[in-house]
Structure formats: structure tokens, C-alpha cells
């Protein structure tokens, strides 16, 4: 059985020391050497379900301190233990990463956590009302514009039955004429054409022609942009829907505010999950599942149906004119002072959702490639990095460089510090002048005994607490974030969202897992990450866990290799499991096999 650990010990967190190996003897210096000396510890197996919980992870979080198990009635302590006599010394939790390069582990939860979740806005279930199948819904891709010419691979009539693994002969790439002007050479002396038929693995997908045409600027500003714009678009949608109710006579629906005022509303509004793909050139565009609810009066947080006369018709008709209608201006920059255009591209996909499982993209299809998704960042553009500073943004940017490069480049020249400096012809000269100083005194406050007009102590500690407050850099400068966001290529947003009103939350997914694990093993609990554990379940006594952090990843490569293979055993025997129930339940539904009584 192959492990899923990454061989490679990983850095620790930040202001932690390393998680390398320890030092070992001279026979166990490799990974299977530390490994058998593991294994042959007289408390391996009780090693092995004490990390159970943090089995598969690449980097778990080590907490250390003690569980106190109280009396809830009378507060006293009945049991304590302290993590000094567990196996390690720590208690071992996961990292909960959702990038499937950093943690596929944790990843594999986080994707199938985005499936229920995403499903569920689709089916119901999980607190979410059945009469959900009931509402139109669709699932739309936008796409960003052209900021240059790439390479592509376009098929333009597929007879391939996986689109995964297509082998269907593609168009030629930016074909021209010979006697087309732009068959030519663009402005900096490239060809300005592309004759080949790209195979789907071509590195070149997604390159530009010309790295000197290509706007890498643009490209990052609608990146940083396209959360704004994805909002503008779900708004003009809405807008458009309420004037479609008005002119079919649906009336408005009154709503009780918070406050207790009473106001009307559309009688629809439209609830999403959204998941953002970045594209092979480094453009973001957003995978959309959008549903169409109604309002009701008596409680405006319910998911009721739409009315009827509004169809999915509707829904397509008033999303496609939303993408075509929305654009905006980003605020004026030194580089660009009308600022850069920001709207969606012309390639827009939407398709209506079936959910009898015969259409064209189904409840499950949609969900399933969303979730994928969730899990993926800038891989596909071959760039993977944590966040950039001054220090290390030169091993990832060039002006020169090529197409990854010159996109972070933009990023950190496009999010310098904009504020215009005193010209030094309006500086003071230097020397600067002494200065003045006073009788010595006494300050009431802290008591510093000075000779300068204010208190230098008292001074240093209001400046402490202005350089501890949060401060509002975008306001001044809203390119700010593209620094920030380099490693991104200027997109900030998460990857995966949804409206309130959607579905149900990651939090209430993982609570109904933790739980489900207490009911189905009692003698192993382990604290969250949080440092805090309360068992809901048991009624006579309360579990209290007051942890702190102690490290990041295994002590060994051989605890790793170990606890990943066992991990993946596991996983392999659940999906086993599923496989032959899903076969079984196949044969029972064509009659093949008995219904058990």
C-alpha cells in the first residue's frame, strides 16, 4: 500500500523551530529505519490509535496541556490527565488544509464536505427543505476577457465520450490566412499566428503569443476585481428579476426587519454556490450553481419556492443579461489614471440543472466538479508559494521573466505605495534644528523625570497603540492588496462560496462528524484545535480540554510513513466498502438480488 505522505519533512509553522527528524542512531537515519524502530516499540499499536484521528495528515498540529473531566453539577474535577503521559507527549490533530497539494488528507474532507454542502442547496437535506428541488436552478461559468492572444486548444464539435481524456482533433491554434495583415508579426517582431494543434498535456497551453502584448496589469486588477464584479452581476440579475415579477403581475411581498420596520421586497431573490478555477493563463473564472427562491413574509430567512409564473427560462435569460450589462472602472492608479475595465468575458456557459438524473448536467455533476475545485489554487499555471514579501518576491518575479513571472511582477509593482512624496526641493534642510528643550519635570503619568516638552514614554506608548489598531489601507490606495495577493496573482477571494441562504455551513458538517465519531467510539475523544472540548453527549460528566500549541508535523519521517500508510489502508477499505454496497444495492434495485427481511 503506497503512502500519501510527502517523504520531504515540512518547515513549521512560522516562529516555531523546525519539525525535521530528530537526531536517531546510526542504523535508523532513513525513513524505513525510523519506521521499524517505531514498530518494534512494545506501545506502537496504542501509538498507532492514539494518531488515528491525524493519521492521513502531512503536517498535523501537535497541542500539548490537560483534559479535566468535571461534574457539571457541582464543578468538581474528577479525573485529570495531562498529555506527558500520552504516546509523544501531544495530541495530535489535523491541519485542515484545503489545498490537495499541501494536505490531500484533510483535502479529501474538505472536498467531500463542499459536495454535501453544495448538494444539499440543490436536493435538500441536512436542515435544508426537501421543496428546494422544486426551484429552478442552473449551473453558469463566467469567464474573465482576453488581456492577449494564447495558446488554445478549441475543439469545436466533441465525439469523444470523456471530455477528461479527449482525443478529438482540435482546431488549429490562431490560424490565419496568408493574406490576413495580422497573419504577420506583432509590434515586437513575434509571429502573431499559431498553426498547431495542441495536444491537451501541451505545456504551451494558456502561454501567450507575445509575453510583451500580453497585459499582465490588466489581468491582475480583474483578478483582484472579480469578487466586485461577481457581486455587481448577482445584483443586476436580481434587478432584472423583480422587474420580470413587476410586468407579470406578481406583487411585492411586505418583510419585517430586525428593527421591527416593515418593508417590500421583490417577491425573489437568488441563492448560489460559487467556486473560483484559475485558467492555464492565470485568469480566474467562477463556476456557479445559482437557485432561485422566493421570499416568505412571515419569516424572510425561510427557503421557499419561487412563484410560478417565473421559470428557469427566466433564471438563464436574466443571468445572460446581467453579464452582458455589468461593467465598472476600477478606481484611478499612477500607472493607468482612468483606471482599468472590468467586466466578464464573452464566453459564458449556462446550462439548467436536472435532477431526475437524465439532463445534461445533473444535481451530483455539478456538485462534484465545484467541490473538486475547492481544493486546487495556482497549480495549473505551475506557481506555488506561500504569501510574498519584500525578502522573497525576487525568486518569483520578473519583469523579463516569463508569464507567471511578469503576472506577480504587476502585482507588486501595480500594488507599490501610491502617496505622493514631499519633493525634496520642500524638505528641511539637514542639519535639523536641536530641539528645544525645557526645565526638567516630572510627568504625573508615569512618573519619567525629562527635560523635553512631552513625555517621551508616555509618547512611545500612545504610538505603540496607533501601530496596534487596524488601519484602512485601501481606502488610501486600493491596489494595496495586490501585494498582499502576489502569490495568488492578485485574487484574494476564497475559492469556495455560497449565500447565507444557500445551504447549510462547514461548521454544522463538521460538528454532526465530530459527534458521530464520540457516539461511535467513547474511549477516543480528542479536543478540537481550538484548545476547548465539550462532550454533549455525556450526561453526568463535562470534558475540558486546555491545550496549547506545541509544534506542526510528525517528530519523524518514519511516524509519518507509518501513520499515512495505515491512514490509506484505511481509506482503501472504506472505499472498498462503499463500492460493494453501491453493487449490492444496484443488483437489489434490477431484481438480481433478495431484499433482506
Known amino acids: ?27 535508523d537515519y532513513t525513513a524505513a529505519g525510523a519506521a521499524f524502530t517505531r514498530a518494534t516499540q512494545p506501545d506502537y499499536f496504542g501509538w498507532i490509535e492514539h494518531v488515528r484521528a491525524a493519521a492521513g495528515c502531512t503536517r498535523p498540529i501537535r497541542l500539548a496541556g490537560q483534559l479535566l473531566t468535571v461534574d457539571p453539577a457541582t464543578g468538581r474535577v474528577l479525573e485529570q490527565r495531562h498529555t506527558d503521559g500520552m504516546p509523544d507527549a501531544v495530541i495530535y490533530t489535523p491541519c485542515g488544509n484545503r489545498r490537495a497539494t499541501v494536505c490531500p488528507a484533510c483535502a479529501h474532507t474538505y472536498q ?3 459536495y454535501q454542502l453544495l448538494r444539499a442547496g440543490l436536493v435538500g437535506g441536512k436542515g435544508i427543505p426537501d421543496t428546494v428541488t422544486r426551484h429552478p436552478a442552473v449551473f453558469a461559468t463566467f469567464t474573465a476577457p482576453s488581456f492577449g492572444p494564447v495558446h488554445v486548444r478549441a475543439v469545436r464539435r466533441h465525439t469523444c465520450a470523456d471530455r477528461k481524456r479527449c482525443d478529438c482533433r482540435p482546431d488549429p491554434c490562431h490560424a490565419r490566412r496568408a493574406t490576413d495583415p495580422a497573419a504577420g508579426r506583432c509590434p515586437h517582431g513575434r509571429p502573431a499566428a499559431c498553426w498547431a494543434r495542441h495536444e491537451p498535456t501541451d505545456a504551451v497551453l494558456g502561454q501567450p503569443l507575445c509575453l510583451d502584448c500580453y497585459d499582465h496589469g490588466h489581468q ?11 457581486h455587481r452581476t448577482k445584483q443586476a440579475a436580481e434587478r432584472h428579476l423583480a422587474k420580470l415579477a413587476r410586468r407579470r403581475g406578481i406583487p411585492r411581498v411586505e418583510v419585517v426587519t430586525a428593527s421591527g420596520n416593515t418593508r417590500t421586497v421583490p417577491p425573489v431573490r437568488l441563492s448560489h454556490g460559487k467556486a473560483a478555477e484559475f485558467q492555464a493563463r492565470g485568469a480566474v473564472h467562477f463556476h456557479a450553481l445559482v437557485r432561485l427562491d422566493g421570499v416568505d413574509p412571515d419569516d424572510s430567512a425561510a427557503v421557499v419556492p419561487p ?8 433564471l438563464v435569460d436574466a443571468l445572460r443579461h446581467a453579464a452582458a450589462q455589468v461593467a465598472f472602472a476600477t478606481p484611478a492608479h499612477p500607472d ?13 456557459d449556462i446550462r439548467p440543472i436536472s435532477l431526475t438524473g437524465n439532463g445534461e448536467v445533473t444535481d451530483s455533476m455539478a456538485a462534484g466538479y465545484l467541490a473538486k475545485y475547492a481544493t486546487k489554487s495556482t ?30 511582477d504587476a502585482c507588486w509593482r501595480l500594488g507599490r505605495p501610491t502617496g505622493t512624496p514631499v519633493p525634496l526641493s520642500q524638505r528641511p534642510r539637514y542639519p535639523r534644528p536641536r530641539p528645544g528643550f525645557v526645565d526638567r519635570w516630572q510627568c504625573p503619568d508615569c512618573g519619567t523625570h525629562t527635560r523635553y516638552a512631552a513625555c517621551p514614554v508616555c509618547v512611545a506608548h500612545r504610538q505603540a497603540d496607533l501601530d496596534t489598531e487596524p488601519t484602512n489601507s485601501t481606502a488610501a490606495n486600493p491596489y494595496a492588496r495586490l501585494r498582499r495577493w502576489a502569490h495568488m496573482l492578485g485574487f484574494g477571494g476564497h475559492f469556495l462560496t455560497k449565500a447565507r441562504r444557500y445551504s447549510v455551513t462547514f461548521q454544522l458538517l463538521r460538528d454532526a462528524r465530530r459527534d458521530h465519531r464520540q457516539r461511535e467510539d467513547q474511549d477516543h475523544t480528542h479536543p478540537a484545535a481550538s484548545g476547548q472540548l465539550v462532550d454533549e453527549h455525556d450526561d453526568t460528566t463535562l470534558i475540558v480540554g486546555t491545550l496549547t500549541f506545541a509544534g506542526v508535523g510528525w517528530h519523524t519521517t518514519g511516524d509519518a510513513l507509518l501513520a499515512n500508510t495505515a491512514a490509506a489502508m484505511a481509506r482503501e477499505r472504506q472505499a472498498t466498502g462503499r463500492e460493494e454496497l453501491a453493487h449490492e444495492t444496484a443488483l437489489v434495485l434490477a431484481g438480481s438480488l433478495p431484499v433482506a427481511a
Open 379 to 408: 497549480e495549473v499555471t505551475g506557481h506555488r508559494s506561500v504569501r510574498l514579501t519584500a525578502d522573497t518576491i525576487g525568486e518569483h518575479s520578473d519583469p523579463d521573466g516569463d508569464h507567471t513571472a511578469r503576472l506577480i
Open 307 to 314: 412563484p410560478a409564473a417565473l421559470t428557469v427560462a427566466d
Open 336 to 348: 493607468r489614471p482612468d483606471g482599468w475595465p472590468i467586466a466578464w468575458g464573452e464566453q459564458l
Open 220 to 230: 491582475v486588477v480583474w483578478n483582484l476585481y472579480s469578487g466586485e464584479l461577481w
Open 1 to 27: 500500500m503506497a503512502s500519501t505522505m510527502d517523504l520531504t519533512p515540512r518547515a513549521s509553522a512560522r516562529g516555531v523551530g523546525s519539525n525535521a527528524d530528530t537526531i536517531p542512531p546510526v542504523y
Open 112 to 114: 467531500r464536505d463542499a
